[in-house]
């Protein structure tokens, strides 16, 4: 497993951008794909993006698909979420995931091993 740390949460009117930052400890992370997801009070965690370990493949939902990109620096150990025209609906705690896949990336929860502590994206009307 490897440990991961998520940054670059905060608050933000709705039209606007944040980019989180994945920090993960270890030197095997480049053999890791790498996961967003987020959850609300009272709800499952829900997917957002997903991205191979070479960054050849990204996968997203489609309540993000062109609005949210994926990205990775293995040189640094970090994965990205640049998330740009947010919307409240896209208010709640963000998680990182890392899994070693073979094959297709896995898009649920249940799929990742490896989880950071969370962080928090509130997006104002």
């Known amino acids: 497993q490897v440990q991961l740390v998520e940054s670059g949460g905060g608050l933000v009117q709705a039209g606007g951008s944040l980019r989180l930052s994945c920090a993960a400890s270890?030197?095997?992370?480049?053999?890791?794909?790498m996961g967003w997801f987020r959850q609300v009070p009272g709800k499952e965690r829900e997917f957002v993006a997903a991205?191979?370990?070479?960054?050849?493949?990204?996968y997203y939902a489609d309540s993000v698909k062109g609005r949210f990109t994926i990205s990775r620096d293995n040189a640094k150990n970090t994965g990205y979420l640049q998330m740009n025209s947010l919307s409240p609906e896209d208010t709640a705690v963000y998680y990182c995931?890392?899994?070693?896949?073979?094959?297709?990336?896995?898009?649920?929860?249940?799929?990742?091993?490896?989880w950071g502590q969370g962080t928090q994206v509130t997006v104002s009307s």
């Open positions: 991205i191979s370990w070479s960054g050849g493949s990204t």
């Open positions: 995931a890392a899994e070693r896949f073979i094959g297709r990336v896995g898009v649920g929860s249940h799929d990742f091993g490896s």
């Open positions: 270890g030197r095997t992370f480049r053999s890791y794909a």
